[in-house]
């Protein structure tokens, strides 16, 4: 049986990922903090990064997914940690690595320089996190850099913030001039990292469903008459610069993505 370590999968697209390992008869190990139980059929450990290598004891695995290395000191640890107990090491990262890039088409994965200095913020952590691996890691890494995720139990409220305006009549905030971005099915990553955990390929890979949305395609879709109004705290989704990625690497390695258009009039309406 193949095993792997899912670390943080307890909610939103992470549940989703361990009940499709379980589903496909791997023997999945999750490692969270204890405030969700685990599916059945799935070992469970409690426990924070900072002791995780304790907890793990002699256990190895044929492959790890973490869906919280947010930071550089995360993958430090991790390194250190997964030394010796795995071959291959599934870290989900973020478009967010890209905030700081200008292009006027969607962008390969060798778009962002993982040892360039960028601002501080969250995509930073992650480019920065993805570097500790690319340049440390003894096992096999692969950052799967994902797009922005719609549907299932979203705990973030950004979908919500857009279905609670257009329903109460209050205006979205816009920037003056408003681009596309890349996004995902929540189901769909969930696949994409399974997969990704069991390929046979390594370093980042973006992941993106076909077709791009603006803020206004989002509202196009949300009964009601949405309200605009151009100011400074742009709502989510509100993107004042286009930094979509280019899902041709994950295609061409074997990944099949739906089309937004499949699938966003059901998130919608959820």
Known sequence: MK????????????????????????????????????????DHLVT???????????????AVVDQVCYTPADAEAAVKTFAGRTGRYVMTSTIEVY????????????????????????????????????????FDFVAVRSGHVLGGDDFTGRLAHYLDR??????????????PSSFIHYREIAELLGWAAFADFTGPVN????????????CEHIPGEPVFEVGEDASPFAFGHYYGMDNSRATELGFSF?????????????
Do not use: M
């Open 258 to 270: 739906s089309h937004t258009e499949n699938w966003l009039p059901e998130v919608i309406g959820a």
């Open 48 to 62: 924070d990064r900072a002791d995780l290598g304790a907890v793990l004891g002699s256990r190895t695995f044929d």
């Open 207 to 218: 992941a993106r469903s076909h077709g791009e949305l603006s803020v206004f395609d989002l």
């Open 166 to 179: 257009v329903r109460e009549g209050r205006p979205i905030v816009v920037h003056q001039e408003n681009h």
């Open 99 to 138: 905030e700081h890039v200008r292009a006027d088409a969607p962008l390969l994965e060798t778009a962002v320089d993982l040892h360039a200095k960028a601002p501080q913020g969250y995509g930073e952590d992650k480019r920065r996190a993805e570097a500790v691996f690319e340049t440390k890691a003894p």
């Open 3 to 42: 095993t792997v370590c899912v670390i943080g999968g307890s909610r939103h697209f992470g549940r989703d990922l361990v009940l499709n390992l379980r589903e496909a008869g791997v023997g999945v190990t999750l490692v969270n903090r204890g405030s969700t139980a685990p599916p059945p059929g799935v």
